[in-house]
Each structure stands twice: as C-alpha cells, then as structure tokens.
C-alpha cells in the first residue's frame, strides 16, 4: 500500500507595491515540492491587521513567507498564528518610523500625498532605496507596482507610518529573519532589533543582500 506523503502549504505575503507572484518560478524554489499561494499588497491591505480572519487558507499554512509590509500585517495578526506555524520573514518591519531608520512619519505622510500625484517618481525614490538585484527583478517590480491604484499604495504608507509592533509575541513556532546589510530602506539595525519583539527568532543577516526576497532567501 502506498503512503500519500501531504505537500506543505507555504504563503507568501508582500511588501508594500510588490506582489511576490510575478516571481513564483524563482521563489518556489525555497520549497519545491511545497503547495504555494502568493498574495498581493493590494489583497493585503483589505484586512492588514486580521490576515488569518481575511486569507483564506492562511491559517492551515506551514509556513508563511512575509516581505516588509507583508512582516507588519503577520506580526499585527499574530494573536491568531497557529501552534508550530513556521514563520520566514524578509527585511522585516515592526516600526517603520522607529529613530534609527531614518524614516520620519512627516515624511512618510507626504510620500502617501505624493504616490497619488506622481506615482513613477516616488516608486522610483523607492527603488533605489532597495538595494542591489538583478535588473529584470527590478524592472518586473517596477511594472506591477505601476498598476497598482495610488490611493492604495497611499494608504499602505500611511499604513506603514502609523502601526508598530510594541510588545514581545508570544513564540508559537518556529520564526527565521533575514536582514540585508545593503538594504536602504529597512536598515540592518532595525532588522537586529526585532529581537526584542520577536526573542526567540533566529537573525540571518545577507552581507551582499538589500530589500529584495531572492537575495535575502534564496
């Protein structure tokens, strides 16, 4: 009799502007024969503080993969993570305003008034904060982000400027953070720090790495 061996489920949640599904042939490759379920900034943003209720699915995952703002909505979700559920979070945010990220929330609130005005530019500001990647990877970013609709992408700043992770969760399961030294948005001391929300995960920092999830995880 043959033993039917079940997939993991693996979900991926994405930073602000990105959807992560545009690269699913490179990024599966960090668990090949797993089921994997990519979501979007913009599905992200419907419910960003109650993912496990607004995702279907997300709650039977054996591992999430959340990038950036994807990191802020788990960990402000993380009342209802499941017992052993592995998290992998990529250049992570708690506080994206925190005093050593070179982030004010003045200015941040005026990027949100900015991206509707002149979308491109601001993305653009973005971009070169993100550190380095391969060109294709950056250009496909830039691509879906241009569809996306500005008063979304509004409203994820204003997102990003106003909530912050201020307490220590509790270890449910297993939690990887990986951080890149070259990475200008999320500084590494602000990735080291989320030791203290987050004491028990193991830090991983990439030396050659900035923002993106191919250099950080693959």
Known sequence: ?????????????????????IWEDDLVEASSESDHTFIAFEQLMKQPKNLYTSIAGLKNADCVVAWGLGSLCLMLSAKDRPANQKWILLA??????????????????????????????????????????????????????LKMNPETLASGLDFLCHNKIEEPLENKGETIVYFGREDQLILPVLAKKISTILPSAKLLERPKSGHWPHTLLL
């Open 92 to 145: 992570p945010v708690y506080d994206f305003c925190d005093e050593d990220g070179g982030w004010s929330v003045r200015n941040v609130e005026m990027l949100a008034r900015q991206v509707t005005k002149a979308i491109k530019p601001t993305l653009e500001s973005f971009l070169e904060l993100m550190g380095p990647c391969d060109e294709l990877i950056q250009e496909a970013w830039m691509e879906t982000a």
């Open 1 to 21: 009799m043959e033993t039917t061996i079940m997939s993991e489920k693996w979900f991926w949640l994405s930073d602000w502007a990105a959807n992560m599904e």
